[in-house]
Structures are given as C-alpha cells and as structure tokens.
C-alpha cells in the first residue's frame, strides 16, 4: 500500500535551520509564544517572528544531522519553506570575511559514485546541482541587501575592525557542502580548480536541499562568510558568530518576514 507523502502546507509555519547554537540564540529570544517540541534527540521550537509562524531548530553539524532535520520539519510539521543560515567559507575570490552568500544552487562536492554515475551525481535521482527556490532566494538576497545597506549600524566600528570588515556585500550563486571543515589553502584551491562558480563552501546545506527536493518545499540558504577556507580559517569562531552571523541573520529575517506583511 501506497503511503501518501507530506505535502508543503501553504499556511504552514517556515522552518529555520542552523547548525551551531550560537547560530539561532539571539533568534529564539525573539520568538513569540515560543514552545519546544522534542523529536529524535532535537528542540524544535515553534513560535512567531515578525508575525510569522515558524519553527526554529539546531540540525547540528553535517549532512546527516542537516537532512534528517529538514525531513521532520517537513513530515512533521508541514512547513511551507526551509531556510539554512549559518557560516561558511570562502571560495570565490571576490567573495570576502563579512559578505552574505545566497544561494541560487547547491551541490554536494564530497559525493562521487563514479563511474557508475557521474561525479558529483546523487545516484538514482540524476541530479548534482538542486537549484534553490528562485522566488525565496531572491527575496532573501533583497533582505541581505537591505540588512547590509549600514553595516556600521548593524556591528559597529569596533565589530567590523576586529574582523577585517570594510563594506560587506551580498551574493548569490553555488555553494557547495561536504562532510568535512575546509581548512587549508590546497584543499580549497582543488575545490575551486573542479568547481570554478562555487562561491562558498560549508557542510549543511545541499543535504537539506536534496531533502526539500525529494518533497517540493522551497528551500534556500544564506551564509555569512567567517573565513576564505584556507590556512587563515582560524577565526575565533564563537565570537564572530556572535558579534556578526548572528546579527546578519536576525536583520535579514526580520526583513524577509516583515516584507510579507507588506501589500
């Protein structure tokens, strides 16, 4: 017997995801009507933010722990969208400390079956590269735009001189995950020689993409870059989440949801 799958519900709350717990503290103090549902050893938090229904969850670190988060918020909570945010290293070199990535496409660069299925290929689903939700993604690029517009505002002087911060920019393009921390020049300089767009790199998002494929909820993910993933990848980074992604992450969301409201 045919068991049916879940459906995105379009009045559902959004699903907001992060890997670290300083990535979603500063955003839990923010919810309304804030109540913890415990599922598989996980707090998802149900609640509002910006008048929004939405359900706030630490996947933990990975591929593994990303999907299997991004299922039961689908399964179980029926979210009409996911969002990832959190850090992440740069690829391109025009991509630098303090700038925001949206994402337009993810990919998985550690999965090669080869030569059974192309490299990079999830086998059996013919699929490398899971675009991001257009509509999402771009609304999303317009909140980082927005947040980033006055980012002495956002982190003051002090913040921004502490971490190499001059005048942060917003892009959109690939970004790549994989199970391990990319961490030194030669390992970044193969990623970029076999993955020339890919603009930055992390070790969560394209899991959660393949997920919210599978199921056809709209997904994107927005990174704040904390390091060029390289031998300099030694930021402090429970400060820089903190003192930056944190904050970044909040304003764009505050943004995004707000701009529901707007006619």
Aim: hydrophobic share 55%; proline share 5%.
């Amino acid at each position: 017997m045919n068991t049916p799958s879940a459906q995105p519900h379009a009045n559902g709350p959004i699903g907001i995801v992060a890997a670290l717990h300083q990535e979603i503290s500063e955003l839990l103090t923010l919810l309304s009507d804030a109540q913890r549902v415990r599922i598989g050893n996980r707090d998802f938090w149900t609640g509002a933010f910006e008048g929004q229904p939405v359900v706030v969850v630490l996947s933990r670190v990975g591929k593994v722990a990303a999907a299997t988060t991004a299922a039961v918020l689908i399964t179980h909570f029926g979210v009409r969208a996911v969002v990832f945010a959190g850090v992440a290293g740069a690829l391109a070199p025009a991509v630098a400390v303090g700038d925001v990535v949206v994402s337009s496409e993810l990919l998985q660069h550690d999965v090669d079956a080869s030569p059974l299925f192309p490299r990079w290929e999830i086998p059996l689903m013919g699929v490398a590269r899971f675009a991001a939700d257009a509509a999402l993604a771009a609304a999303l690029r317009q909140s980082a735009c927005a947040a980033l517009a006055d980012p002495q505002a956002l982190l003051g002087p002090a913040v921004m001189q502490a971490f190499g911060i001059a005048a942060p920019q917003v892009h959109s393009g690939l970004i790549i995950s994989g199970d391990r921390f990319v961490c030194t020049s030669a390992e970044s300089a193969v990623l970029r020689d076999a993955l020339p767009d890919a603009l930055a790199v992390e070790m969560e998002g394209a899991a959660v993409a393949q997920v919210c494929h599978e199921w056809g909820v709209p997904f994107a993910a927005i990174r704040t870059i904390s390091d060029r993933a390289d031998d300099t990848a030694s930021v402090d980074f429970a400060q820089f989440i903190a003192q930056v992604d944190s904050r970044y992450s909040v304003a764009i969301l505050r943004n995004w949801l707000s701009a529901m409201h707007a006619p």
